[in-house]
């Protein structure tokens, strides 16, 4: 999803997004070429790197399982965390495999 912000309240929601997705500078910030209905339109993504030593990689479902039992952030849980982003996936007619699989194997597990 691709979010026009008004030019005049521009550097006060980056300031605020800037706050909220880099504290620990774990994130790089790049400007991606977006395909809209409108169409292609530059926007600021905050990404891993896959040779950043905070990827975590293939994570087996039992270590999974004890992450979403157990891991908690500033802004809630790692399980709250998952089954809200699959929520507004869903809301929005998106559907990421993973996403979704690890939403089941919660549910499996009793979590959900």
């Given at each position: ?5 008004p ?29 809209t209905?409108?169409g ?27 992450i ?10 790692t399980?709250?965390y998952l089954v ?11 559907r990421?495999?993973?996403i979704?699989r690890?939403v ?9």
């Amino acid at each position: 999803m691709v979010f026009r912000v008004p030019r005049g309240v521009a550097h006060e929601e980056l300031e605020r997004l800037w706050a909220r997705e880099m504290p620990t500078g774990v994130y790089e910030p790049r400007w991606l070429a977006c395909a809209t209905p409108a169409g292609t339109v530059q926007a600021l993504a905050f990404t891993l790197s896959r040779r950043s030593p905070s990827y975590a990689g293939n994570i087996a479902d039992d270590e999974m399982l004890h992450i979403l039992r157990h891991a908690n952030g500033r802004y809630g849980s790692t399980l709250d965390y998952l089954v809200r982003t699959a929520d507004a996936l869903r809301k929005h007619c998106l559907r990421d495999r993973e996403i979704e699989r690890l939403v089941s194997l919660a549910r499996r597990s009793g979590l959900v």
